[in-house]
């Protein structure tokens, strides 16, 4: 399976977990709000001056298209509107990165984010790779990725970042 049927999978499994949303490849129109995005969701929002803040979601995305440059990159729409994105990498060493996932703070709770997980998922699932993914210690979310079957990967205790796998699920 090529990463363009992993993409196609993701978008019909997307649709199926959350009939409500929409999927659009991620393009330079996007750029406001996947900036916009980045602020309303950095931990750093209120602390740093938005010159700051807009040069950070600058070097984010430089650094996610240098390391990544193949990944899949999807906008969520909801309603015509932009509410979150997500970034996958199919053929990262073997497993299926999770490289970004975000959902706007007004629309989180909601379930689209768990949708997303979902749907990332079932293609890891299906093409039978290890899912993996980096999130910080403190962020609620990695309650979220345990429920899922994310496990630590060799947990420092210094490390501000979790690195987590989750094995590929074959059955029903």
Known sequence: MTNDDAERMFDRSLVRHAPGLQV???????????????????????????????????????????DHPVAMRRVVVAKGAPIGRIIVDW?????????????????????????????????????GQPAMLHVMRDNPALRLYARLGFAPVEPQDFAPHLAMIRAPHTGG
């Open 24 to 66: 659009a490849v991620e393009n330079e129109a996007h750029r406001p709000f996947l900036d916009a995005l980045f602020i309303a969701c950095s931990p750093m929002r209120g602390v740093l001056p938005d010159p700051m803040m807009q040069q950070q979601a600058a070097l984010r995305e430089t650094a996610y298209r240098t």
């Open 91 to 127: 053929g990262f060493d073997g497993a299926a990165l999770l490289v970004d996932i975000a959902v706007a703070p007004e629309r989180q709770g909601a379930g689209m984010g768990t949708a997303l997980l979902h749907a990332y998922l079932d293609v890891a699932d299906r093409r």
